[in-house]
């Protein structure tokens, strides 16, 4: 791929690799050559193509192109809500955008009610998906016409035209047979159906909304981005969205270490699991039963047998577990300088620890020790595992050593000193 920059940031024509999820990585010609050998593409098969970084023109832009050739016809894409323009061969980060749309949509708000469209000629604008005519898509307002429509993909474009100078709704070309086009006071006894009438109420009203709308055909379509005061799409507006749905969903103590945990030099994977120790989706035996689920022989906890598995007795109450603190705990020595109530606690050693490099490394060992315990109680469900004290204890140790190491890559900590004294391996305490 060619690559011709902006001004400000021109530089000589290089290769690039677009992935799916649109990071864009320089490419060596060596590194293409083994690209080229991995996919196993044929040279033949492959064409030069010239695209344009950051054009003002947004049609020729790079991701306008990269879309286009990936996802067919992404802007109906975007706005219209169907499933049915999902293709196969859609990449999963697509098809999670699409899919996660339809659950917002079930709850009122979508991404495509932040889309609104500034409807000049129609060509762009989607008849039934976009916002165009009042603020609401027309699928929403007129939900028993949409269901009778044959063609829910037609712009306004397609169901307009002009006799003499007089614009024509062909609203028969959208309908399919059962939707009478009559005027609505006749039609009342063609449909005796309570939704019948419903559905010659909708056309009537739809035809009283159509009236006096005119297309300008010297100009195109615009869109506007509703969550932003210029109309202009900004990434920070989803960010601060998402920041209000989290208020919503979980109380400010939660979203506080969420938020810490996100900054936290571990692997993803591991911040997964502690995410969601803390918004409280473990698959414990006892939540999996509230929610129907009941193919276990016990739901008792795995370490003692004698008391149900629940997030609070799995990981603070049984005795099982309480050994494991109390011996982390002592392994921190006095260094520590909070109680182990305090210690098990996350949010108390936030409060508690003033030093930031003390509070990482507790927060390091904290998340540790959820997680080896975690693991242990999986091994001895799905593989047939026994517990072992020891290996839960020398896990922990390793595993906070670990991501310590990556947390602070330049001053190299010995598992030696990690062992004998995790907290002084922080000089700067
Ligand atoms: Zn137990």
Same mark, same amino acid.
């Given at each position: 791929?060619?690559?011709?920059?902006?001004?400000?940031?021109?530089?000589?024509?290089?290769?690039?690799?677009?992935?799916?999820?649109?990071?864009?990585?320089?490419?060596?010609?060596?590194?293409?050559?083994?690209?080229?050998?991995?996919?196993?593409?044929?040279?033949?098969?492959?064409?030069?193509?010239?695209?344009?970084?950051?054009?003002?023109?947004?049609?020729?832009?790079?991701?306008?192109?990269?879309?286009?050739?990936?996802?067919?016809?992404?802007?109906?894409?975007?706005?219209?809500?169907?499933?049915?323009?999902?293709?196969?061969?859609?990449?999963?980060?697509?098809?999670?955008?699409?899919?996660?749309?339809?659950?917002?949509?079930?709850?009122?708000?979508?991404?495509?009610?932040?889309?609104?469209?500034?409807?000049?000629?129609?060509?762009?604008?989607?008849?039934?998906?976009?916002?165009?005519?009042?603020?609401?898509?027309?699928?929403?307002?007129?939900?028993?016409?949409?269901?009778?429509?044959?063609?829910?993909?037609?712009?306004?474009?397609?169901?307009?035209?002009?006799?003499?100078?007089?614009?024509?709704?062909?609203?028969?070309?959208?309908?399919?047979?059962?939707?009478?086009?009559?005027?609505?006071?006749?039609?009342?006894?063609?449909?005796?159906?309570?939704?019948?009438?419903?559905?010659?109420?909708?056309?009537?009203?739809?035809?009283?909304?159509?009236?006096?709308?005119?297309?300008?055909?010297?100009?195109?379509?615009e869109f506007r981005w509703n969550l932003t005061s210029n109309a202009d799409f900004k990434?920070s507006s989803?960010?601060?969205?998402?920041?209000?749905?989290?208020?919503?969903?979980?109380?400010?103590?939660?979203?506080?270490?969420?938020?810490?945990?996100?900054?936290?030099?571990? $692997?993803?994977?591991?911040?997964?699991?502690?995410?969601?120790?803390?918004?409280?989706?473990?698959?414990?035996?006892?939540?999996?039963?509230?929610?129907?689920?009941?193919?276990?022989?016990?739901?008792?906890?795995?370490?003692?047998?004698?008391? $149900?598995?629940?997030?609070?007795?799995?990981?603070?109450?049984?005795?099982?577990?309480?050994?494991?603190?109390?011996?982390?705990?002592?392994?921190?020595?006095?260094?520590?300088?909070?109680?182990?109530?305090?210690?098990?606690?996350?949010?108390?050693?936030?409060?508690?620890?003033?030093?930031?490099?003390?509070?990482?490394?507790?927060?390091?060992?904290?998340?540790?020790?959820?997680?080896?315990?975690?693991?242990?109680?999986?091994?001895?469900?799905?593989?047939?595992?026994?517990?072992?004290?020891?290996?839960?204890?020398?896990?922990?140790?390793?595993?906070?050593?670990?991501?310590?190491?990556?947390?602070?890559?330049?001053?190299?900590?010995?598992?030696?000193?990690?062992?004998?004294?995790?907290?002084?391996?922080?000089?700067?305490?």
């Open positions: 791929m060619t690559s011709i920059l902006d001004d400000d940031i021109v530089q000589i024509p290089g290769m690039y690799a677009v992935t799916d999820d649109l990071a864009i990585a320089p490419l060596t010609p060596v590194l293409a050559l083994g690209l080229l050998n991995r996919f196993k593409t044929p040279l033949t098969d492959l064409k030069e193509k010239v695209v344009i970084i950051r054009d003002k023109e947004e049609d020729k832009a790079i991701w306008s192109r990269f879309l286009l050739v990936r996802y067919h016809n992404p802007k109906i894409k975007v706005l219209a809500l169907s499933k049915d323009l999902l293709n196969r061969d859609d990449s999963r980060w697509w098809r999670d955008i699409v899919l996660n749309d339809f659950k917002e949509d079930e709850l009122g708000e979508g991404f495509t009610d932040w889309v609104s469209c500034e409807f000049k000629n129609g060509y762009n604008t989607l008849f039934w998906h976009s916002c165009w005519l009042i603020d609401q898509p027309l699928r929403v307002s007129f939900p028993h016409l949409f269901v009778r429509t044959i063609n829910k993909l037609c712009a306004v474009s397609d169901i307009v035209s002009w006799n003499n100078g007089v614009i024509l709704w062909n609203l028969e070309s959208i309908f399919g047979t059962d939707v009478s086009l009559s005027p609505a006071p006749n039609a009342f006894n063609q449909f005796p159906s309570v939704m019948s009438t419903v559905v010659v109420e909708e056309l009537r009203d739809l035809k009283a909304l159509l009236q006096g709308v005119v297309p300008d055909n010297l100009a195109k379509d990434l989803v960010s601060i969205l998402v920041s209000n749905a989290k208020e919503l969903a979980w109380s400010l103590p939660i979203i506080n270490m969420l938020d810490i945990i996100r900054k936290i030099t571990i $692997p993803a994977k591991i911040k997964i699991l502690t995410w969601r120790f803390f918004i409280n989706p473990l698959p414990l035996k006892v939540q999996l039963v509230n929610r129907g689920v009941s193919n276990f022989t016990s739901i008792d906890c795995i370490f003692c047998s004698t008391h $149900p598995e629940s997030l609070e007795h799995l990981f603070y109450h049984c005795h099982v577990t309480k050994a494991v603190w109390k011996r982390i705990y002592t392994w921190l020595d006095d260094e520590v300088k909070i109680s182990l109530e305090e210690f098990k606690s996350f949010g108390s050693i936030q409060e508690k620890k003033k030093n930031i490099n003390i509070k990482a490394t507790l927060n390091t060992i904290w998340i540790a020790l959820i997680w080896c315990t975690w693991k242990m109680r999986n091994t001895i469900i799905f593989d047939n595992g026994l517990f072992n004290f020891d290996e839960v204890i020398s896990n922990i140790m390793f595993f906070s050593w670990r991501w310590s190491c990556n947390r602070e890559p330049h001053s190299r900590i010995s598992f030696y000193d990690w062992y004998k004294l995790p907290l002084l391996c922080n000089k700067t305490h």
